[in-house]
């Protein structure tokens, strides 16, 4: 399997089909080299390496996301901790790890995204 096939069933497993088909539909001539280039190395080839566990990656990435401020992919790999195994305790150690090295601020907002998103998770099951 090429690494674009194996980022796109990575991808799937991780983020969910439903995700995923939303962001197909929603590609363009424009963004598709960018998001072809994502599949290929984010999805098939860091998310593809099985050296750490997807729940050890959702951890990391959050954190990650957390520590650069980029909070708006945290919704979506607070959704995807149910298909990686990530509990909701494994979350927030990732996110008291950033407040500690990267700052009490992203940390607060990143916690503040993810309580938001386990409110709409739970009432989505509902």
């Known amino acids: 399997m090429d690494r674009h096939a194996t980022g796109m069933s990575v991808r799937r497993k991780v983020l969910g089909d439903a995700h995923v088909d939303r962001a197909e539909a929603r590609k363009t001539a424009f963004d598709a080299p960018f998001q072809d280039m994502i599949t290929e190395t984010a999805w098939g080839t860091l998310w593809a390496d099985d050296t750490i566990t ?35 305790d494994d979350i927030l150690q990732a996110f008291l790890h950033a407040a500690v090295y990267a700052g009490v601020p992203c ?3 990143a916690i503040a995204l993810a309580k938001q998103t386990f409110s709409e998770m739970e009432d989505m099951a509902e």
Do not use: Q, Y
Request: hydrophobic fraction near 40%; charged fraction near 25%; aromatic fraction near 2%.
């Open 54 to 88: 997807p729940r050890e990656r959702s951890m990391i990435t959050l954190a990650l996301l957390a520590a650069t401020r980029n909070f708006d992919e945290i919704p979506m790999h607070v959704r995807a901790c149910a298909n990686t195994g990530a509990s909701k």
């Open 107 to 109: 940390a607060n907002r």
